[in-house]
């Protein structure tokens, strides 16, 4: 795709007066949406998985599904202490504080509400809870020491800052796809396996190194150009899909050579995908990989990379001289032309010394 072509897709700053003039005539039709709190009707509707208590005496239901209900208060579940698995998507809501009770709560679905934040009281066993489509603007306020996977895809979030590694130590999937995130600076949780950012707007690779454990990284659908910031460090990355970028350079390819577990990467959808050699340039590049978007490396194209890459070696090895190596190259051999001269030139004053001493000897 040419940066004619990339003019045409429109950008941020589009994107956001269209985003903020459609958010305003949401507004304004929330403004007239009646109050309908969720009532014990409702409540009895939706429970079911009756189970024992903590005390192991008494018994509860602890599954409420009550999503796509309207409502536009859940207040009453502050009473229901013994849940654990809570779906209250598809509502209305635009504060969810009365699940702060909910201390037993392991699975929270939240989805498609009018949440402007995902903040909650630290919840000691919750482990999946999902956020998506709401109009969350912030990532402060999450912190569940047992949380595994978190759902902020679909809102407003330019950054990733409030998710702290200490209050979130066991997350290992973050899905923040349809964001307005910029850059991956901001996301710095090593415990992550498996992050998803597609349909943001990246257009730098930074912090990367320290996710150390990452196995998935997806970015589909961003204005990625270049491939920085994938290091050595990041020796658990297996997948990697760029696909739909604006990655144009096959020679940006070879910044991907530090990650020895590399196994599989999506480049379509990319200016480059248009090289016609593109498939043999990149196994030349990354040796190591499987699978290039959706199809494995035949044997064939194996073998061909393997024959290009052994005839372009030694050229390779001459033309990569660093500036350092050609440096102390050229300075040897300066070295070894000037030495005879040197030494006799360069006499310090006490061998001099000694010289004229011995002659006065004699």
């Known amino acids: 795709m040419s940066d004619e072509e990339f003019a045409d897709i429109p950008d941020e700053s589009d994107r956001e007066q269209e985003d903020t003039a459609d958010q305003q005539d949401e507004e304004d039709l929330e403004e007239h949406i009646p109050s309908s709190p969720l009532t014990e009707e409702h409540v009895k509707e939706g429970l079911s998985l009756l189970c024992k208590t903590g005390n192991g005496l008494q018994h509860a ?38 699940l702060n009770n909910l ?25 999946h809870a999902s956020f998506a489509h709401n109009r969350i603007n912030t990532t402060e ?56 950012l597609a349909a943001n707007a990246v257009e730098k690779l930074e912090g990367l190194e320290q996710l150390t454990n990452l196995n998935t990284l997806h970015l589909r659908d961003n204005r990625v150009r270049e491939l920085d910031g994938f290091s050595e460090s990041m020796t658990a990355l297996q997948y990697l899909n760029i696909r739909s970028n604006r990655v144009a350079d096959l020679r940006e390819i070879d910044k991907l050579k530090p ?61 990569n001289l660093s500036p350092t190596d050609a440096e102390e190259e050229v300075a040897e051999e300066l070295f070894e032309q000037r030495k005879p001269q040197d030494e006799e030139q360069n006499l310090s004053p006490t061998d001099a010394e000694e010289e004229v001493a011995e002659d006065g000897d004699v």
């Open 61 to 98: 239901y602890v599954r409420l599904d009550v999503h796509e209900k309207q409502v536009t208060d859940v207040a009453i579940l502050n009473c229901f202490v013994h849940l654990r698995y809570v779906d209250i998507s598809e509502n209305m809501l635009r504060d969810i504080s009365s």
């Open 141 to 196: 306020g999450i912190s569940h020491p047992l949380l595994e996977s978190l759902t902020l895809s679909y809102n407003n979030l330019t950054d990733a800052s409030g998710l702290k590694a200490d209050q979130l130590p066991n997350l290992h999937t973050l899905e923040l796809r349809g964001n307005r995130l910029t850059s991956t600076a901001s996301i710095q949780l090593p415990s992550l396996k498996k992050l998803y």
């Open 259 to 319: 990650l020895p577990l590399l196994r599989a990467l999506v480049l379509e959808g990319n200016p480059v995908f248009e090289n016609g050699d593109y498939r043999i340039e990149v196994l030349i590049a990354v040796r190591r990989l499987e699978r290039l978007d959706k199809d494995e490396f035949t044997d064939e194209e194996r073998g061909e990379a393997e024959e290009l890459f052994e005839q372009r070696k030694p050229q390779d090895e001459e033309q």
């Open 103 to 127: 201390t037993h709560l392991l699975t929270l679905k939240a989805d498609s509400n009018l949440l402007t934040s995902a903040e909650l009281s630290e919840l000691p066993y919750l482990q």
